[in-house]
Each structure stands twice: as C-alpha cells, then as structure tokens.
C-alpha cells in the first residue's frame, strides 16, 4: 500500500493529537481542581471514595463518598470529556456528610474526590477504575 505525501501528513497528525489529549483531559481536570480550591494546597486523608476496582459497564459505576466534617465535596472524573460528574452541598443541619450515586465513565481512569472541610481546608481520595465496556460513547 502506498501513502500520499497529504495522507502520510495527516496520520501523522492524527497521531500527535492522540498523543496529546490525555494531557488536555488531565489539564481541565486540574483547572476544575483549582476553581474549586480556589490555588489553596490538597491535602489526603479526612474523605474516603469508595468505587469498584472493575467495572463492568462504564455506563453505571457506583461511587461513595464520605467526609465527616466536610461543607463540600467534588467528584471528578479526570478521563472523562467532562471531567467533572458530581459536587454536593452539606448544610449546617446536614447529620452526615456521605453521598453516593451511580456515575459514567468514558473507560478506565482515576476518579477523585475533593472534599472542602468546615475549617476552610481541602483533603482528596481517589481511585482508579478499571472499565470493561466503553461508557460515555464507547
């Protein structure tokens, strides 16, 4: 098979905008990660996220979220096309600072949770998931 020098150039083309999504996906994660923190330093511990280490359809992927003490927590999804897939609101009143839903995922990824501490802090948990059937498009 032989390749023109405009199809040659546009597979390579291809090939570099291949290369570089996972780094723009992983920048809007970041940029997500700033406007919520607003540049103040992520610490660990203080929320756990509970997610399946497998999935079996991307479609539905359960999550839980927990942190006790918590005034806000942000769920990202740093492969998917929208990074973030869930953010909740704990008032005064609230009894428990947990949350879970069922989220999507564009395939095999980390999930993180960042939660906003009534101290005015910020502590993170993330997992990875491994995703069998594509989710969002896949």
Known sequence: MNFTRR???AVGAGAALAAALPGVV???GEAEIEAFTGGASVGGGGV????PE????????PIEVDAPGATEILVLALGNPTPPVAQFKFGAL???QSASTRI????TQDVVAIAKMADGSFVQDSK????T???CGG
């Open 7 to 9: 199809e040659t150039l």
């Open 26 to 28: 992983y920048a809007a």
């Open 48 to 51: 756990t996220l509970t997610a």
């Open 54 to 61: 497998i999935a079996e359809n991307g479609n539905t992927v």
């Open 94 to 96: 609230a009894g428990d």
């Open 104 to 107: 999507r995922l564009a395939g």
């Open 128 to 131: 990875t998931v491994k995703v």
């Open 133 to 135: 059937i594509g989710g």
